[in-house]
């Protein structure tokens, strides 16, 4: 393994983790509104004030300006009140939330005394903390595209296995269904068979239906891998051998072909993730996700639609760039694996 | 001929699948778009009877099947429920601007990334070919989604070009060139999406073929005779690079079409993309079956027309008569 595979997997481990633990490192709770505060701007952070440097980063609460001056551009409205300071602070007791959904505590990495507010990410048209829904956003869309994939690679490796293994009537029958999924539009057929399937679900049902709905749309492809891999291996001598003394199917395919073809379904695997992350963002963005108040990238970006939020509030498409960064991570992956 | 007749049975055949598959899901769903109507008190339950027997949809499967085939062949694919119309005429309508999208940013994502992938095919290593790699593969891990509203909001925040819809409001009032310009600045941007995100897959896929080529032994042998680079690059090697380039050609168009679906919904084109989108959310099936098998003829056509062009240029095609390893 090269450095740049080591330092790649670090990176993702890294963010992977701050996702898992979304609820330590968020300083707000997701779902929180706050009527007062729609679409204010990232809180600074301050180190100098009029007294002069503190060590102790500081964030000053903001004020809307009254009903009579609001402008329609919110950014406007907003002016931050010198009056008073809300330092920094750590592991501060703040919303409650569950450790791995099972745990309950109300332990925060980092966050400010009430009624200071500290959104990094500044907030959306509910007032809600776009930082922390990002990571519990990140949370629902990179869980959907990992299991998404692993039961795209599931499905795909198994009829590869039987259509490259058996050959024959097997073999074409399957590729001819494996051309119907390659050859269709892939959009258009997940918002065909989303279209049939109930729109208004809870959050759980909504996630387990829409990493369903994208691996079964996504398995062809690996099917296809797999089957061509399968059918070369099968006339190795070792494969031969094995077969002339005695052994079974079974055992031919997990001590010969799998082991043979892990390498490059680890490959899919980092292939096919960052795309079914984006899948996901793309159904939940049209409407067809998770459903709100529970946040996922697309549904977060989703209220970017018109024309005037998408100017105005450049905060959030925070969603946006977290999507970039955990594609690039993950195809860069991909890359380094493949050339080994 | 052997060859197109079978690339055309086989286009039936997928376009038969398509459709069976399309009624399979309909008949695993469990909500329909009367669900709505029978919570309302004021409608009886012998109107929606009505109403689902009128649309056919009390009769299994099998039957629903055959009847749609059957009026399919007649360019008749069903009623839409919710516009009240038939579902051919709405669909054609939007997807003529589709077409109208997809087929110009196809044409001048081909008309960038063959020379370029020539160029750097030719030059593997050198400046341009490095900048092109990087930029592509760059623009590739990034998703659609994002490039295509990172772009919209440069497009809207420095009013660059017109966004939202084809045609201006005072569209009606324009002289023809104006209407002209107007709509050409409406297609810019959700066409330069489209082929910034196609060009960096294509060229990949040219310049690969290209060095393949460069490898083989007529081209070094024509390098021997003296032939000029360029005589060489374009008379000797594009010709046969372009046999997987064009059979690359349909498969790229699966991506275009899904493209063009995110990017018309982003951008407020109005073609099959924010038609299907409603209808997905009205669950108004017949529409979504008819935009589906639309997407697919596209598809389709599409692929065929790379069947007969490759027959046209590829001469060991046409000679064997049998194009099963085509590509």
């Not at chain 1, 929180?32 to 809180?43: C, F, M």
């Not at chain 1, 950014?75 to 703040?94: A, K």
């Not at chain 2, 659609?144 to 966004?163: N, Y």
């Not at chain 2, 104006?178 to 960096?200: G, M, N, Q, R, Y």
Request: proline share 5%; with cysteine.
């Amino acid at each position: 393994m090269g450095i740049k595979t080591s330092i790649l997997l670090a990176a993702l481990a890294f963010s992977h983790l701050i996702l898992l633990f979304a609820g330590f490192f968020a300083p707000c709770d997701p779902t929180t509104q706050d009527r007062e505060l729609p679409y204010a701007p990232p809180t600074h952070l301050r180190f100098r004030d009029a007294s002069g440097f503190h060590l102790r980063p500081f964030v000053y609460a903001w004020t809307s300006s009254s009903a009579g001056e609001q402008s329609d551009d919110y950014q406007e409205n907003y002016r931050e009140d010198r009056s008073r300071e809300f330092p920094l602070q750590f592991c501060v007791r703040g919303a409650s939330y569950k450790v791995l959904g099972v745990f309950k505590t109300d332990v925060h990495l980092f966050g400010t005394t009430e009624p200071g507010k500290l959104s990094l990410l500044g907030t959306d048209s509910y007032g809600r903390d776009e930082f922390s829904r990002l990571l519990f956003g990140g949370q629902i869309s990179v869980a959907a595209g990992i299991a998404a994939t692993a039961i795209a690679l599931l499905v795909g490796s198994i009829f590869g296995l039987i259509a490259g293994y058996y050959g024959g009537w097997t073999d074409e029958s399957l590729m001819g269904v494996t051309e119907l999924f390659l050859s269709l539009p892939w959009l258009y057929f997940l918002l065909g068979v989303r279209a049939f399937l109930p729109l208004h679900l809870s959050t759980v049902r909504t996630f387990f239906l829409l990493t369903g709905v994208i691996g079964l749309i996504g398995w062809a492809r690996p099917a296809r891998l797999v089957r061509g891999l399968v059918l070369s291996l099968r006339h190795r001598n070792y494969v031969l051998s094995a077969r002339g003394f005695g052994g079974s199917d079974f055992y031919i395919v997990r001590r010969h072909i799998l082991p043979e073809i892990a390498g490059v379904l680890l490959t899919q695997a980092s292939l096919l993730i960052p795309r079914y992350i984006a899948a996901e963002v793309t159904l939940s963005f049209f409407g067809l996700g998770v459903n709100e108040p529970a946040p996922t990238w697309g549904n977060m970006l989703s209220t970017l639609q018109q024309y005037s939020v998408l100017v105005s509030y450049g905060w959030l498409l925070a969603p946006a760039a977290a999507l970039v960064v955990t594609s690039v991570l993950y195809s860069s992956l991909a890359d380094a694996i493949h050339r080994g | 001929m052997s060859y197109i007749a079978r690339r055309l049975m086989r286009a039936i055949l997928l376009l038969l699948g398509v459709s069976a598959l399309c009624f399979l899901f309909t008949e695993m769903a469990p909500g329909s778009f009367f669900d709505e109507m029978r919570l309302n008190p004021q409608i009886s339950p012998a109107t929606i009877a009505a109403l689902r027997s009128r649309y056919g949809l009390d009769q299994p499967l099998v039957v629903r099947y055959e009847r749609w085939i059957k009026a399919a062949l007649h360019a008749d694919l069903g009623h839409s429920i919710a516009y009240n119309t038939p579902v051919a005429p709405l669909l054609w309508s939007r997807a003529k601007n589709t077409l109208l999208l997809s087929t110009t940013a196809l044409f001048l994502t081909w008309l960038i990334s063959v020379p370029l992938g020539l160029w750097t095919g030719a030059r593997p290593g050198g400046q341009v070919d490095r900048l092109v790699t990087l930029v592509s593969s760059l623009l590739i891990s990034v998703p659609e989604l994002v490039i295509a509203m990172a772009l919209l909001a440069i497009a809207v925040r420095w009013h660059f070009l017109r966004v939202g819809g084809m045609m201006s409001a005072d569209f009606g009032d324009l002289s023809a060139w104006e209407k002209l310009s107007d709509l050409l600045l409406h297609l810019a941007l959700p066409v330069f999406i489209l082929v910034l995100c196609e060009t960096a897959v294509i060229v990949r896929h040219v310049r690969a073929s290209v060095l393949e080529v460069l490898q083989a032994r007529y081209v070094q042998a024509a390098l021997g005779y003296g032939t000029s680079r360029t005589r060489l690059l374009v008379r000797h090697v594009l010709p046969v690079a372009a046999n997987p380039a064009i059979s690359l050609l349909g498969f790229s168009l699966a991506g275009l079409l899904s493209g063009s679906l995110m990017v018309e919904v982003v951008c407020g084109w109005p073609g099959l993309g924010p038609l299907i989108l409603e209808a997905t959310l009205a669950r108004d099936l017949y529409l979504v079956i008819g935009g589906i098998m639309f997407s697919a003829l596209f598809m389709v056509g599409g692929n065929l027309v790379a069947d007969a062009m490759l027959f046209a240029l590829d001469p060991r095609i046409r000679g064997e008569g049998n194009g099963a390893d085509g590509h």
